[in-house]
């Protein structure tokens, strides 16, 4: 917490705005929209998943459809597919970014209209903060006529060419988990680009209430609205989100540096200086081949003795039990990301004697 959130949430008790509406849930919004620009419209909501979930609503997919999905990420940008009754169709990643792979989604488009079935969208993900491949990601959408969702959870700070993510989909999504960048206890946004679709993503995460003095509804309604208390913490969050970018990026060059003689491990960066990294959390791999046979899992566990916790990079979601039998397409990127990955401590808290331990235990372990 950066001090000022305690403000925001004071007065929201002395106003007695209690309730999922309220001036801190509109001054968030307007924080968020002038912060990333590009003159989007933002909806501040219960969480991420309740916004991707709203966001493949807005894009029109329904029970049947099928949604391309970048299979290395978080459970949570896919799971919302299955709320809408469709199937999703997952996709490798390349290595520069570690994110959704031009060239097998387009394969898999490809694929899919040869079956019969043009997909309805494509959730794109800028995993830890790293930009995807924005352009070719874009091009390749554009030549066939798909929408692209912007699973932007992790990277609220990251920009590509100078523009903020979150602001490349033709839907965005954020996140405020506890564990994000910036927090609101939990918490998330749509952001779109014209007003008539914040409206409709408000409409529906307002249990849909048609315009009538009774209760009527035409439409199924969610209660997905962010509440005036958690707004308020976002408030105090936004001051301070540069600087936890700043910190975080900082940590990050504490392991570029510490790893810069260990041949084994690559610390996972930004391919080139388009590509600008809130570094969510800094991640390496381990090459066993380099490292005499030892892997990223003897690493962890060697960490995990000394107190200090390391975790495998997420599992990519064909590999995982509930997504068992679901196309994919693509060939072994993400795989290898998994068996060699690990997330390193990257807390905009750690302290100097933290960072010493970290170190000191590295250098032990190689
Ligand atoms: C955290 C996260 C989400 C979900 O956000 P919540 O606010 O936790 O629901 C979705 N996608 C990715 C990539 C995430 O990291």
């Known amino acids: 917490m950066g001090g000022t959130e305690t403000k925001y949430v004071q007065e929201a008790f002395d106003t007695n705005w209690i309730a999922p509406l309220g001036p801190n849930v509109t001054g968030f919004e307007q924080d968020l929209e002038t912060y990333i620009g590009q003159e989007t419209y933002v909806a501040a909501l ?3 998943t309740a916004a991707i979930h709203l966001g493949l609503i807005l894009l029109d997919v329904k029970a049947g459809d099928e949604v391309i999905c970048q299979s290395f990420t978080f459970s949570a940008s896919a799971n919302p597919i299955l709320y809408q009754g469709a199937l999703p169709v997952f996709v490798d990643s390349e290595p520069e970014t570690w994110n959704i792979c031009p060239q097998s989604l387009e394969e898999a488009i490809k694929d899919r209209l040869k079956k019969g079935k043009k997909p309805k969208a494509i959730i794109a993900v800028h995993l830890y903060g790293v ?3 924005v352009e070719t990601v874009r091009s390749v959408a554009d030549r066939y006529g798909i929408p692209i969702l912007e699973d932007s959870a992790e990277a609220l700070g990251s920009t590509y060419k100078g523009q903020a993510c ?3 989909g033709d839907i965005g999504i954020l996140s405020f988990n506890g564990n ?6 939990g918490g998330g946004a749509i952001v779109t680009k014209t007003k008539e679709l914040k409206d409709r993503a408000v409409f529906f995460s307002t249990q849909s209430r048609d315009n009538a003095p009774h209760y009527q509804h035409s439409e199924i309604g969610y209660n997905y609205r962010m509440s005036n208390i958690c707004a308020g913490i976002g408030r105090g969050q936004m001051e301070v989100l540069d600087k936890h970018v700043a910190m975080r990026r900082d940590m990050n060059a504490f392991y570029q540096s510490l790893f810069s003689g260990i041949e084994s491990v690559t610390v996972f960066t930004v391919p080139n200086a388009d590509y600008f990294s809130n570094c969510w959390l800094s991640a390496i791999t381990v090459d066993p081949a380099k490292a005499n046979g030892r892997t990223r899992e ?13 975790r495998p990079l997420w599992k990519p ?3 995982q039990p509930i997504f068992a ?4 397409y693509g060939g072994n990127v993400a795989e290898t990301l998994f068996d060699q990955g690990l997330c390193l401590p990257s807390g905009s808290n750690l302290t100097n ?6 170190a000191d235990a590295f250098i032990d372990f190689f």
């Open 353 to 358: 004697s933290d960072r010493k331990r970290i």
């Open 131 to 133: 930009p995807y491949q």
């Open 46 to 48: 219960s969480s991420g």
């Open 166 to 168: 979150g602001t490349f």
């Open 180 to 185: 994000k960048i910036i927090t609101t206890s």
């Open 325 to 328: 039998g679901n196309p994919y």
């Open 298 to 310: 003897d690493l962890r566990l060697f960490l995990e003795k000394r107190d200090i916790e390391c």
């Open 317 to 319: 979601m064909h590999l």
